[in-house]
T-cell receptor
Framework: GENVEQHPSTLSVQEGDSAVIKCTYS??????FPWYKQELGKRPQLIID?????GEKKDQRIAVTLNKTAKHFSLHITETQPEDSAVYFC?????????????FGKGTKLSVIP | DAGVTQSPTHLIKTRGQQVTLRCSPK?????VSWYQQALGQGPQFIFQ???????QRGNFPDRFSGHQFPNYSSELNVNALLLGDSALYLC????????????????FGPGTRLTVT
């Protein structure tokens, strides 16, 4: 089955700096890679995603890159703000045979220091 | 546009008991997936329901079972509760199965916090 490794487990940055979170996956059949943000006591919220036929995707201050050969993908947050503080989860998705399954990483706790 | 809803919000049960958790998908969605999130961990896939059938299952014992109703809502049942079943149970909804853009995007409910004592 799929295995997703996420690093680092905790990350502290100064407000305005950039944050990078990296994930690797094991199954080369994975073809969709979403990122979720989970604030304390709240539900995971989809913030950005990327399909396997795309190498990079950007949405304002958030970008995701995918390297299919190396089987890793990364989340980049620029100009970080205190409200970016949360736990971020990467996930990998295998689809096929009429069904699909999301496998999550263990999460990165991001703290943005004002 | 109603989002994903879950009930109850919190639940306390004793070892050996049985529990039923409920989920209503986002308006327009027909597929429901259930996840278990232990403290400090990422969500772990339990199973997924589409067209009232279990379509895929993660690495969870048969004590975990589910159901989907004609209106697409779903229930998660856990029998013979163990202390290790204490977790946040998340429901996520999506539209359709693999092969369509929208099928990939899953939207989560607020979760049910289950505590087993």
């Amino acid at each position: 089955g799929e295995n997703v490794e996420q690093h680092p487990s905790t990350l502290s940055v100064q407000e305005g700096d950039s944050a990078v979170i990296k994930c690797t996956y094991s199954d080369s059949a994975s073809n969709y890679f979403p990122w979720y943000k989970q604030e304390l006591g709240k539900r995971p919220q989809l913030i950005i995603d990327i399909r396997s036929n795309v190498g990079e995707k950007k949405d304002q201050r958030i970008a995701v890159t995918l390297n299919k050969t190396a089987k890793h993908f990364s989340l980049h947050i620029t100009e970080t703000q205190p409200e970016d503080s949360a736990v971020y989860f990467c996930a990998a998705y295998i689809s096929g045979a009429g069904s699909y399954q999301l496998t999550f990483g263990k999460g990165t706790k991001l703290s943005v220091i004002p | 546009d109603a989002g994903v809803t879950q009930s109850p919000t919190h639940l306390i049960k004793t070892r050996g008991q049985q529990v039923t958790l409920r989920c209503s998908p986002k308006s327009g969605h027909d597929t429901v997936s259930w996840y278990q999130q232990a403290l400090g961990q990422g969500p772990q896939f339990i199973f997924q329901y589409y067209e009232e059938e279990e379509r895929q299952r993660g690495n969870f014992p048969d004590r975990f079972s589910g159901h989907q109703f004609p209106n697409y809502s779903s229930e998660l049942n856990v029998n013979a509760l163990l202390l290790g079943d204490s977790a946040l149970y998340l429901c996520a909804s999506s539209l359709g199965l693999a092969g369509f853009r929208s099928a990939y995007e899953q939207y989560f409910g607020p979760g049910t916090r289950l505590t087993v004592t």
